[in-house]
């Protein structure tokens, strides 16, 4: 029998590496204002955290701009990321690995990210019928680092001992804090030969 009835994915750098397009589209939307957001700035300080932190320590950092001004702009980020990622790269292994696992195990999204940037990706490449939930941004009161995400997720699947596939450290946070098993992922490449390794040892 598998240990874990359940396995959770977080969606960017766990499913598909689409941080850097998230990083280019807010780099686009707030130059206007005069924020230069770079890719390593966004990489080191801003993975896994949500939209709403991130404008705020931005706002904070360039006076006098204030935080309504910049998530005025997050509709705008929103449709700018919908139409470049018209053809996600999902690595080619993961197909077969959610083919598989999903005939063992009860399979969901649970990412930082709104839903409606989740869910077209998989729906374009066949891949959203894998999973019984997705859970956004949107859909709890607190985000990772809280673990309401997660705590979700599993109760929605009726998951009594889910596995956390993570990448950032506020997921990796958000898992353990739910009580749940972590499995730390660095890039949606590696996470499939991880993921079996991890089932199979």
Not at 13 to 30: F, K
Not at 37 to 56: A, C, N, Q, S
Not at 63 to 77: G, T
Request: aromatic share 8%.
């Amino acid at each position: 029998m598998p240990r874990h009835d359940a396995i959770l994915f977080d969606f960017d750098g766990v499913l598909i590496d689409t941080e850097p397009l998230h990083c280019a589209c807010w780099a686009e939307v707030l130059a206007p204002y005069g924020v230069r957001l770079t890719w390593d700035e966004y990489g080191k300080r801003y993975v896994g955290m949500d939209d709403r932190e991130m404008l705020r320590i931005i706002a904070e950092a360039h006076p006098p701009l204030d935080w309504d001004a910049l998530w005025a702009q997050y509709p705008a980020k929103n449709e700018l990321f919908r139409l470049k990622i018209k053809h996600p790269a999902f690595p080619p292994a993961l197909p077969d690995l959610l083919e598989n696992l999903h005939k063992q195990y009860k399979l969901a999204v649970v990412s930082t990210s709104a839903r409606m940037e989740i869910e077209p990706p998989l729906e374009a490449c066949n891949l959203r019928r894998y999973f019984g939930v997705l859970v956004g941004g949107g859909d709890v009161e607190r985000r990772k680092p809280a673990p309401d995400p997660y705590l979700r997720a599993a109760h929605l699947l009726g998951a009594r001992d889910p596995l956390v596939v993570e990448d950032s450290p506020h997921g990796i946070a958000s898992g353990r804090a739910a009580g749940f098993a972590v499995l730390e992922v660095k890039s949606a490449a590696d996470m499939p030969g991880l993921l079996l390794t991890y089932l199979s040892g």
